[in-house]
């Protein structure tokens, strides 16, 4: 395949990765962190995350797809893999072949289990925020009597914000800890890691505040971004006053605007809430999105920097909270739709 140069380029900082990981898992007290590595490792490229993560000491990775565990299979244990969405009956041969572990969600995956065989799996508990989980009474009437049960999990719908919801699941999880024969139990995600040793049991999961995001306030302080953004200019043009940019005019030139297209849109994951709010930057000089984002082409105004040419590079203002204040956008969305025309660049 010829060689073409990306038009787009994510700066990904493997020091800030591990750092960030380092840092989750001392705040984890006596637990140890793993690692959510799903959804690519939330876009920024699970084999070199999961590469740095491992040689950096994590042991426990997660993902959502048995594809998912599968692409990264060869880097790891197989068993130190769990795949979260659990199984169907098209999934048990390869599964067991893979050798990753099920996350069993329901009363029917785990009699799936048992009858093909059982063995070593982690389970899902749902302990309040009615997605995937056994309920209580599952646990009550005895489904998980006789199953191999490595890792018995749930997961916490409002870490990020102090209400009453934490110390309930908190509190559900821990009668299910206290009817069970585990070996282990995680509840605590990346903001749930800072609730306190209460939360952390014998496993953490971070996943947002790995990758730069701040999962809840305060983190800010120590958690280091990780991602950053550059993009080609494919064109420039002056415009006169009153001339229209992009689709439906939404930016009318208020004076001569210098005006450059860059190789960006929302197919890359750069969304149209960006569309007249965004910001590029060229020696640090700001250089205002203007008009809507389409699919592949952003417009900026070029005025603070008439120095640019065609074919050079502008950088993308992309920090996770800033972004979030900006567009509405979850960090979880800012980061996972980030799309495969980048050159993913590690330092």
């Known amino acids: 395949m010829t060689d073409f140069e990306y038009p787009l380029r994510l700066h990904l900082d493997g020091d800030a990765l591990v750092a960030n990981w380092c840092a989750l898992d001392a705040r984890s007290g006596a637990a140890r962190a793993g690692a959510a590595v799903k959804a690519n490792a939330y876009g920024l490229g699970a084999r070199e995350v999961v590469t740095r993560l491992r040689d950096a000491g994590c042991r426990d990775f997660f993902v959502a797809h048995w594809r998912e565990a599968e692409a990264i299979a060869d880097l790891i244990p197989p068993h ?124 953490t999961r971070p996943g947002l505040s790995l990758y730069g995001g701040i999962a809840r306030a305060g983190m800010e302080e120590w958690i280091r971004p990780v991602v950053r953004i550059s993009a080609r200019l494919l064109q420039i043009r002056d415009l006169p006053a009153g001339a229209m940019v992009g689709y439906n005019a939404t930016h009318v030139c208020r004076e001569e605007t210098r005006v450059g297209t860059i190789s960006l849109g929302y197919a890359d994951g750069y969304l149209r809430a960006f569309s007249g709010k965004g910001m590029a930057r060229a020696d640090g000089l700001a250089l205002p999105v203007i008009g809507r ?55």
């Not at 749902?126 to 049960?149: E, F, K, T």
């Not at 040419?309 to 996972?336: K, M, Q």
């Open 80 to 203: 130190s893999i769990s795949v979260l969405n659990g199984i169907a009956p098209s999934d048990i041969a390869a599964a067991r072949k893979l050798g990753a572990t099920p996350v069993l969600n329901t009363p029917e995956q785990v009699a799936m289990w048992r009858d093909a065989g059982g063995g070593r799996c982690h389970v899902m508990f749902d302990s309040g925020i009615n997605r995937l989980g056994l309920a209580p009474q599952h646990i009550a009437d005895g489904v998980l009597d006789g199953m191999d049960v490595d890792l018995l999990m749930s997961h916490l719908a409002s870490a990020d914000t102090d209400v009453a919801q934490n110390s309930e699941q908190l509190q559900l999880f821990q009668q299910c800890v206290s009817a069970t024969t585990a070996q282990r139990f995680s509840l605590a995600n990346s903001a749930g890691i800072m609730l306190g040793a209460d939360y952390h049991f014998d496993l």
């Open 293 to 347: 984002v389409s699919m592949d082409l952003v417009t900026l105004n070029l005025n603070a920097a008439p120095a640019l040419r065609e074919g050079g590079w502008v950088d993308i203002e992309y920090d996770l909270v800033a972004a979030v204040a900006l567009t509405g956008l979850s960090p979880y969305e800012l980061l996972t739709n980030l799309g495969s025309r980048f050159a993913r660049m590690w330092s």
